[in-house]
Every structure is written in structure tokens, then in C-alpha cells.
């Protein structure tokens, strides 16, 4: 299957979908729930023999998929989304999803990485966060982003920053005018909202005190509709969720996005300001980074063909009509990327290291 597009909106979901395949936050507890219930990255995986198909393997088994955030927030929306649909293409008696908030995602994705790589565990991964984690070596860290599986992106979802529409800055222009440190809200430290935050102060010099204190995007939400903070870091489905109490200035991307017209990008924005090659550089990676989205990944070794059955699967679910419906519904945005093209997007970002690390710095 060769999936040419890259963005799109679920409207379209429908019609392109079906023609390219013919030929991914809450509270501070952890909890857990069960689900009712593609192009091919599997070379990640192992070649051994397993002695059974794939499709013998997961009937009738329990498949958990580890949420790195809180119940409520985005994470956690396209886990419980999805899950329905892998245990009807997958055959399995049920996918639990469990809820393994902390570390800004770090605690969600060790606990991926480490399962027992049968194909049963599965994660909603911080992709973004994962990537940049590796980048300063955060503490706690126990994964390595270049050997786990990824399995494939169900969502097209870019991230902004976003302001109160009644507050001190009603564009990214008024950001950069700051003279005092602007009250930068995010999900916890080393999650990707907050690093694609502290690398867009950073690239435009924006005095800034990053407040993380949240489990997940919801919470994140929530206090920004209180009115608390300058701005707020989200994807943009979040954002649409909180219709004109939030005002888009910035996308963190180097694509415009159809749903919000006439918002630039922050790569736009640094060309006509004439800040350095390299941090233009910086920002592109960062940008190709933050497209990860709501990536799918199992722990390294899970047989090769247990993940083309489960890659199968989602791409299976992506274009199933009561999919569509449900995600049209909750208002997500729908972009299918194959484990293939993620690991090579991660591996990019890798190689991209030592233009990134200077921008990360949120002690400035």
C-alpha cells in the first residue's frame, strides 16, 4: 500500500482512505479501562519462526495499549478510539487501555519498551517528547527511540500555541515583543507540546517560564480556560474543542493547515524575521519532529509478521466507515503514516541532534 498524502482533514477521510488502501492525557492517577471491542515497518521486527501465523496468535488474546497520559486528553481520545477496531481486525478478545501517566510521557513509553515483545503490548507513544527526551538524554529515560517499533500514525494533528483572544498578545508578534517572561502552559516537562514551546521562545529570543504542572492535555486545557497562563500548547483539534475562548498564533510546523486558514507556520515566521540558517534548520527538524503525532509503537524484537498483522490492522481501522464517523465526531484529524515512514522520520530527527539541542534549553 503506498499512501502519497500526507494531510488531510476526516471529511476527506472517506474517499481517500478506501482509494489509497485498495492497492494516536487527564488526571494524575493511573487507571485502566478495556476497549470494547498498512505499508509495512516491520523489518524492526524479529524474522525468527514463531511456529503459528499472526492471525493464530492474537485470536482471542488481550492486547494492552499503554497510554502515556491521563484519561481525558488526546492520547488517551485516539487509544480508546482505535481500540474497538484493533481487537475486530486483530481477532482479539479485547484491547485494554491502561493509562501510565509521569515524566511528561517518559513513564508510558519505558513501560512499552520494556514489555514482553509478543505483540501484546502496544502504545499511544509521546512520539515527539520521546524523540527530543533522547536528544538531551533526559533522566529516567530508559527507552532508545532508533530500536523501538513503530508501528504507524493514525492522526494528522499539528500542534500550535495558542492565547487568550482578550489577553496581553493576540499575535506571535506581540510574543516576541515581551519583555517580561510570558507564562508558557504545557503538558509535563518533556512531553512534545513543551518542547515545541521552548524551542520556538528560544528560536525567537521570547523571555518565557514554561508551567507544567498537568498529566495531560485536558488538565492543560482546563487551566487555560480558567484563564490561567499567556499561552497555551496544544494540537489543534484541542484547540478547535475550545472553540473562540483561544486564539491560534502559531503553528508548529512547516505546512499550513487547512482547518486553521491564514495562520502562519512557524518556519514562515523565523524566514521573514531573518533569524539564522541554522535555526531554521532547527525549526524544520523540529517541525518534521512534532509530525510524529500520535504514533503507535511496540517494545523492539516483536516478530515481523505479528507487526505487519497489527500495522494491518490500524490501516484497516483508519478506513473502516464507523471509524471515519467516530472520529469525525470527536472532531480528530485523520493522517495515516506507515512504521516505515515514521522510523525514518526518527531517524532523521537523530541525525538532527546538534541543531536542535541549543533550542531545547528551558532554563534560559
Known amino acids: 500500500m503506498n499512501f502519497t498524502f500526507k494531510r488531510f482533514a476526516v471529511g476527506a477521510v472517506s474517499a481517500l482512505t478506501l482509494a489509497a488502501l485498495a492497492s494516536g492525557c487527564g488526571t494524575t492517577s493511573s487507571a485502566s479501562t478495556s476497549g470494547?471491542?498498512?505499508?509495512s515497518g516491520a523489518t524492526a521486527g524479529s524474522t525468527q519462526a514463531t511456529g503459528q501465523?499472526?492471525?493464530?496468535?492474537?485470536?482471542?488474546?488481550?492486547?494492552?495499549?499503554?497510554?502515556?497520559?491521563?484519561?481525558?486528553?488526546?492520547?488517551?481520545?485516539?487509544?480508546?478510539?482505535?481500540?474497538?477496531?484493533l481487537q475486530k481486525y486483530l481477532g482479539l478478545r479485547q484491547v485494554e487501555v491502561v493509562n501510565a501517566p509521569g515524566g511528561g510521557g517518559l513513564v508510558g513509553t519505558n513501560e512499552v519498551y520494556a514489555a514482553k515483545p509478543d505483540g501484546l503490548t502496544i502504545g499511544d507513544t509521546n512520539a515527539g517528547g520521546d524523540v527530543f527526551d533522547q536528544m538531551v538524554g533526559a533522566s529516567g529515560m530508559t527507552f532508545d527511540?532508533?530500536?523501538?517499533?513503530?508501528?504507524?500514525?493514525?492522526?494528522?494533528d499539528p500542534h500550535v500555541i495558542?492565547?487568550?483572544?482578550?489577553?496581553?498578545?493576540?499575535?506571535?508578534a506581540d510574543l516576541e515583543k515581551a519583555k517580561q517572561p510570558v507564562k508558557a502552559l504545557a503538558t509535563g516537562k518533556g512531553s512534545s507540546d513543551y518542547n515545541?514551546?521552548?524551542?520556538?521562545?528560544n528560536a525567537f529570543h521570547i523571555p518565557f517560564?514554561?508551567?507544567?504542572?498537568?498529566?495531560?492535555?485536558?488538565?492543560?486545557?482546563?487551566?487555560?480556560?480558567?484563564?490561567?497562563g499567556d499561552t497555551t500548547s496544544l494540537s489543534a483539534s484541542d484547540v478547535a474543542q475550545a472553540g473562540d475562548k483561544a486564539k491560534v498564533v502559531v503553528l508548529q510546523s512547516d505546512q499550513s493547515f487547512d482547518k486553521l486558514p491564514g495562520v502562519p507556520t512557524i518556519v514562515d515566521l523565523a524566514q521573514q524575521?531573518?533569524?539564522?540558517?541554522?535555526?531554521?534548520?532547527?525549526?524544520?527538524?523540529?517541525?518534521?519532529?512534532?509530525?510524529?503525532?500520535?504514533?503507535?509503537?511496540?517494545?523492539?524484537?516483536?516478530?515481523?509478521?505479528?507487526?505487519?498483522?497489527?500495522e494491518h490492522a490500524m490501516s484497516e481501522s483508519l478506513q473502516d466507515p464507523n471509524f471515519v464517523a467516530e472520529a469525525q465526531k470527536?472532531?480528530?484529524y485523520v493522517g495515516y503514516l506507515s512504521g516505515s515512514q515514521l522510523t525514518n522520520m526518527v531517524q532523521e530527527a537523530m541525525n538532527n541532534t546538534n541543531l536542535l539541542k541549543p533550542l531545547l534549553d528551558d532554563q534560559k
Do not use: C
Not at 495558542?162 to 506571535?172: L, N
Not at 532547527?282 to 505487519?308: E, S, T, W, Y
Open 273 to 310: 524575521a531573518g533569524l539564522s540558517a541554522n535555526t531554521i534548520a532547527g525549526l524544520k527538524a523540529m517541525a518534521n519532529i512534532m509530525d510524529l503525532g500520535h504514533a503507535f509503537i511496540a517494545p523492539p524484537g516483536v516478530p515481523a509478521d505479528r507487526i505487519q498483522a497489527i
Open 330 to 332: 470527536a472532531h480528530l
Open 53 to 85: 501465523s499472526a492471525a493464530a496468535f492474537f485470536k482471542g488474546k488481550t492486547m494492552q495499549l499503554i497510554v502515556p497520559y491521563g484519561p481525558g486528553g488526546g492520547y488517551d481520545q485516539w487509544a480508546r478510539l482505535i481500540a474497538p477496531y
Open 145 to 156: 527511540v532508533t530500536k523501538m517499533t513503530w508501528l504507524a500514525r493514525p492522526d494528522d
Open 162 to 172: 495558542a492565547v487568550h483572544p482578550s489577553g496581553s498578545y493576540q499575535s506571535f
Open 36 to 39: 470494547s471491542a498498512g505499508d
Open 209 to 228: 517560564d514554561m508551567v507544567a504542572a498537568f498529566s495531560g492535555s485536558s488538565d492543560e486545557k482546563a487551566a487555560f480556560l480558567r484563564g490561567d
Open 196 to 201: 515545541a514551546a521552548v524551542i520556538a521562545f
